[in-house]
């Protein structure tokens, strides 16, 4: 899977929001790593994993015995959607 992560709006808010929800950790677009300025408060309650592609969100975000089979699916799929190809998603309902 070589998809893009692109960069979000208000990340350092967000993560002190999911802080302050209990979650340990968080995966943000890497260009946005040097836009979180945490307050002190928050600094080692969550950890922050900087990502580039979508493969490597998918690596952080799944668990389980079938991790490695549905992210090589995954990556199989990813060359056949094209602009004029979308992918399942994309299809109407």
Request: glycine content about 8%.
């Amino acid at each position: 899977v070589r998809g893009q992560v692109l960069p979000v709006g208000g990340v350092t808010a967000k993560i002190e929001a999911a802080a302050e929800l209990g979650i340990k950790k968080v995966v943000i677009p890497r260009s946005n790593l040097k836009d979180v300025l945490l307050e002190d408060k928050y600094q080692g309650k969550i950890e922050i994993v900087p990502v580039d592609t979508l493969s490597e969100v998918l690596e952080q975000a799944l668990v389980g015995p079938k991790k490695s089979g549905l992210i090589s699916k995954l990556a199989a799929l990813v060359p056949k959607m094209t602009p004029d190809k979308p992918g399942p998603a994309a299809l109407p309902h």
